[in-house]
């Protein structure tokens, strides 16, 4: 009997010391459509969207001045939309550098995309020439690789 309970002791150890094993292993990656990311990885991603954000919100500021939409109330809301979203991307940044898991930032990553879903409404209703619009196409395309590491609805999506 005694070895029947020590035998049964040592296989739910096996299985407790696998389960948080593999828990702790889990917490430093994550699949996004079959590909396994590291903080690294997210890391790297992040300074992409930042990049790619500085360089859109100075553009789009110009473009803005040469639009119908200069002077008025409508362009200074989106020049703020567009430094919300940098400013965003920026305690994005701060807040991942504090954490040790990457997937705490789920909250900073989703404020970026709403953010950025403004933004978005207007570019496709309005033409602001070919460089801003490759420009936020690329910053798109960096928040919408972000909203699929963090399993959240890409940037267009009615979620927002």
């Known amino acids: ?10 296989v739910f ?3 407790f010391s696998v389960t948080i094993l593999t828990d702790s292993t889990f917490a430093q990656t994550r699949r996004a459509r079959g ?7 997210a890391d790297r991603l992040i300074d992409r969207v930042e990049t790619r954000v500085d360089s859109f919100v100075k553009q789009y500021d110009k473009s803005l001045d040469n639009s119908s939409l200069n002077g008025s109330n409508k362009e200074d809301w ?7 979203l940098e400013n ?3 305690e994005l940044r701060r807040d991942f550098d504090k954490r040790d898991a990457w997937i705490e930032n789920k909250d900073e990553v989703r404020s970026c995309l709403n953010i950025a879903a403004d933004i978005n409404r207007n570019i496709k209703n309005k033409r602001y020439g070919s460089g801003t619009e490759n420009n936020w196409r690329a910053v798109v395309f960096e928040l919408n690789t972000l909203a699929k590491l963090y399993n959240l609805p890409q940037v267009g999506a009615r979620a927002y």
């Open 78 to 84: 989106l020049n703020k939309r567009a430094k919300n």
């Open 1 to 10: 009997m005694k070895t029947n309970f020590l035998k049964l002791f040592a």
């Open 13 to 15: 150890t096996v299985l």
């Open 88 to 90: 965003a991307t920026d």
């Open 35 to 41: 590909k396994v990311y590291t903080k690294t990885e």
